[in-house]
């Protein structure tokens, strides 16, 4: 019986180990190793299709190179489109050199992300993969009456029945993923917060010189942080003591040139610059999450000058303001507005003290526990980079250090379990002891 349950807890030990191994993807990473495919590797990035792939577990990429992606840039595809387009290279069923040589009956379907997604018209979002004589391999689109122009080159990284990324000779073809997709509607960011309980953090904006630069950044990516109007009110003695200077760097200090979806957010924690980062004045704030809730953290001053003498007072010495958000007002890629509870103070206008006075409009939940991921923008360089627009740089690494998403998060997860499973099978037997 010992040698039994030895056995036992020998097989669950390996067991758990082989989970808690599992490695976790990142396909801007795995494709930054390859120059020839940066220009396909961007377009993941620009697209939120990157994010897409390493929230998956089974994935294939059929990657172009730049001389094909430059063919298909000729075509002035709109950025929808080319994110259609792409998706379709995008298969949701793991795919490696060797399986594709070993397709029964030489053809099969495959979904792709632009299926998976509900883009696609009919099965339109469905790959062809034929296995040709002589070892080649042809894609083709499961619309265009079966006629082949992709073909398989080369096996760019494989990591077995997880992800595969394979190099095809061209675009796969597709009327319905290049047909062209409706233009966003012209969005009005002062009637959207008007309606959705922000009116008058959208008062103050309306007659600001902020305003422009909101406007500017919608149809490039931005992401609002809009106070309630309880918070707003209470802040209210605050803002009117400000310069009208540093009342348009508050109002821009609530946005950010980059569109953050809420699961972003969630799963990327870490320092975010403003529409006020500019040089010096960093202008920054802190994303931290914790399971469904997502908080931004200010530090605000620790010490304030008093004739030649810092006050000393211990509970002035750091200070962070909190805000939590609370509900989305739009999100409409590349555009989406956020409600939180607090006005946001940066430590570049406010002191620790007015941290103290401002009370939350709806009490944050507390944070268990923290997460070291970080964002692209979290390096010195970024903060100091004026915040005029997302740059394409900033938004491939940004996808790059998204490492602690969904599919590193299940590993853990999984461990969790089988962890509880031996614990529980030890105490079921050691009563026959």
């Not at 840039?73 to 259609?84: A, R």
């Not at 956020?338 to 939940?365: C, G, T, W």
């Not at 690494?397 to 461990?415: E, T």
Request: neutral net charge; charged residues 20%; aromatic residues 8%.
């Amino acid at each position: 019986m010992k040698s039994l349950l030895f056995s036992l807890f020998l097989f669950l030990f390996l067991a758990s180990s082989a989970v808690a191994t599992v490695p976790a993807h990142n396909i801007t990473r795995m494709l930054a190793a390859h120059p020839g495919f940066s220009t396909f590797n961007h377009y993941l990035s620009v697209t939120h299709l990157a994010e897409e792939i390493n929230r998956r577990q089974t994935i294939t990429v059929l990657a172009l190179d730049n001389a094909a992606m430059s063919s298909l840039l000729d075509k002035h595809l709109s950025l929808p489109t080319i994110k259609n387009v792409l998706s379709l290279h995008i298969l949701v069923d793991y795919f490696g050199a060797k399986k594709l040589h070993q397709i029964n009956n030489s053809t099969t379907l495959v979904s792709s992300m632009f299926q998976a997604t509900g883009s696609a018209s009919g099965t339109a979002g469905y790959v062809n993969i034929t296995n040709l004589k002589a070892g080649k391999v042809g894609f083709a689109a499961e619309d265009n009456d079966g006629s082949l122009h992709s073909f398989y080159v080369k096996s760019v990284q494989e990591m077995p029945y997880y992800i595969s990324v394979l190099q095809i000779s061209a675009a796969i073809s597709s009327a319905d993923a290049e047909a062209p997709t409706a233009a966003p509607s012209a969005i009005d960011l002062i009637s959207i917060m008007s309606k959705q309980g922000c009116k008058a953090f959208a008062d103050l904006l309306r007659g600001s010189k902020a305003l422009p630069a909101f406007k500017e950044n919608v149809d490039g990516g931005l992401t609002v942080f809009c106070p309630t109007d309880s918070a707003i009110s209470g802040f209210a003695p605050k803002y009117k003591n400000l310069t009208e200077a540093q009342k348009v760097s508050l109002l821009l200090y609530h946005a950010t040139p980059v569109y953050e979806s809420l699961q972003m957010l969630k799963s990327s924690n870490g320092i975010m610059n403003t529409l006020a980062t500019e040089g010096a004045n960093k202008y920054d704030f802190t994303v931290k999450s914790e399971g469904e809730d997502v908080s931004l953290k200010t530090k605000v001053n620790t010490a304030s000058i008093v004739g030649t003498l810092i006050d000393q007072d211990p509970s002035l010495k750091t200070k962070v303001n909190t805000a939590s958000i609370v509900g989305t007002l739009i999100d409409q890629d590349p555009f989406v507005a956020y409600k939180i509870n607090r006005v946001l103070m940066p430590r570049e206008l406010f002191k620790a003290s007015d941290a103290l006075d401002q009370a939350p409009a709806e009490s944050p939940k507390p944070a268990k526990r923290k997460k070291n991921a970080k964002k692209g923008s979290a390096d010195s360089d970024a903060a100091d980079a004026p915040a005029d627009g997302p740059s394409d740089d900033s938004e491939d690494q940004k996808a790059a250090d998204q490492d602690s998403n969904g599919v590193s998060g299940l590993h853990v997860r999984l461990v969790m379990v089988l962890f509880g499973l031996i614990m529980g099978f030890l105490v079921l037997l050691l009563p026959m002891f």
